[in-house]
């Protein structure tokens, strides 16, 4: 069974960071590109990042670069986001996903597996 479990959200001020970790179990992790995504009230969930299954390709979403930095050790079978520079409209729920492909995308459709997500407040 794949459980993908998300650590690290939490409260922070604006100008602030927050490093959050996703540890993937059930599933051969190197097999799998991984995304992060997020979801707002009341918006529909967005990508955010996206590695390739080496992680050597990234790809970020053009309201996070420069801010924001993916990276996943396969020997940990996890996954990171590092956020610097938050702002308040980072605020949202933040999800994990697992996708069997190869290359990046950000589409939610290509992802099969999910975490339950962590909650990152950004204030202002």
């Known amino acids: 069974q794949v459980q993908m479990v998300e650590s690290g959200g939490g409260l922070v001020q604006a100008g602030g960071s927050l490093r959050l970790s996703c540890t993937a179990s059930?599933?051969?992790?190197?097999?799998?590109?991984m995304g992060w995504f997020r979801q707002a009230p009341g918006k529909e969930r967005e990508g955010v990042s996206c590695?390739?299954?080496?992680?050597?390709?990234?790809y970020y979403a053009d309201s996070v670069k420069g801010r924001f930095t993916v990276s996943r050790d396969n020997a940990k079978n996890t996954l990171y986001l590092q956020m610097n520079s938050l702002k308040p409209e980072d605020t949202a729920v933040y999800y994990c996903?697992?996708?069997?492909?190869?290359?990046?995308?950000?589409?939610?459709?290509?992802?099969?597996?999910w975490g339950q997500g962590t909650q990152v407040t950004v204030s202002s």
């Open positions: 996903a697992a996708g069997r492909f190869t290359g990046w995308s950000l589409n939610p459709a290509s992802f099969g597996a």
């Open positions: 590695t390739s299954r080496s992680g050597g390709s990234t």
């Open positions: 059930g599933l051969s992790f190197d097999d799998y590109a």
